[in-house]
């Protein structure tokens, strides 16, 4: 009875070191898998270093695979919510996956307050955006300064791009030559290149003269992309599927011109691949009054 007893404990206490191995090599894997590619402490030490690293490495514009502080993945809308909140930062974690992952990782109280406020605001127009896919493109009818016309009906069968802009806008014009590459390269392809313009039809005319523009170009638009599209930041480049849906709505050029060469949902879309990071831009042009 002392002998089967004592096997009895010794088979238990077998069962339970193996089961905690189990366990201790489980939260290793766990630990693994949100690996984090930078040094949270290191990105935060100061703004230029977090700028840097979060211009450079996160686009939260594309698909990603979205993680929140607890290392549980959710879904894209709320990890965006909660980064206007301004108290989180996104960092990319290792992983095998070609689609990126980005974790929330909480900011500590005495966190740099341009740190906060940046990814804050950055975060507030992100969220917007994204809210944005999947709507239907507002009714409208567009006459451009060569005098042909555009309303909801030319969505039918067509992929449209569109570009908000204004002449003294510096961000808008640098883009310019890269656009016009892009219509270049998709000119034989079902996509129609139009551009609002808040400027008047004269003021357009003559500064085209100099400045070559392959969009096609809609003038006096300022009430239609401030109060009817709600938008602020300029440039905007918008994506609109062949039913009129929005599908991406991003501010800088290289973003957009990725997810049309990307997306699978486009006609005639290109072999993926990963465009190289552009550099620094000024920063985007505010709406003027």
Request: net charge positive.
């Amino acid at each position: 009875m002392k002998y089967k007893l004592t096997f009895v404990i010794g088979l238990i206490l077998l069962c339970t070191s193996c089961k905690n191995k189990t366990q201790n090599s489980s939260e290793k894997t766990k630990k693994a898998d949100v690996e984090t590619v930078v040094n949270f402490n290191e990105v935060i030490s100061d703004y230029n270093t977090w700028w840097s690293y979060h211009y450079y490495n996160i686009n939260l514009s594309s698909d990603f695979i979205p993680v929140n502080t607890n290392s549980e993945i959710i879904d894209k809308g709320i990890f965006l919510k909660d980064l206007t909140s301004g108290n989180y930062i996104p960092l990319e974690l290792k992983s095998n996956n070609s689609i990126p992952k980005y974790k929330l990782f909480k900011l500590p109280e005495d966190a740099l307050k341009s740190i906060v406020g940046t990814i804050k605001s950055t975060s507030e127009v992100t969220y917007k955006y994204f809210k944005m896919e999947g709507m239907e493109f507002p009714e409208f009818n567009f006459i451009d300064i060569d005098g042909n016309e555009y309303n909801n009906d030319q969505f039918n069968n067509k992929i449209t791009v569109l570009k908000t802009w204004f002449i003294a806008c510096v961000p808008c014009i640098q883009e310019f030559p890269e656009l016009n590459r892009l219509v270049d390269k998709y000119s034989n392809k079902k996509i129609q290149f139009v551009s609002l313009a808040t400027d008047n039809k004269e003021r357009l005319e003559n500064f085209l003269k100099e400045k070559e523009f392959k969009y096609a170009v809609v003038p006096n638009q300022r009430e239609f992309i401030q109060e009817t599209l709600k938008l602020n930041i300029y440039p905007t480049h918008i994506i609109i599927d062949e039913k009129g849906i929005i599908k991406k709505v991003v501010n800088k050029a290289p973003r957009m011109i990725s997810y049309l060469e990307n997306s699978t949902d486009l006609p005639d879309s290109q072999t993926k691949k990963k465009l190289p990071p552009p550099p620094p831009p000024p920063p985007p042009a505010p709406a003027r009054n």
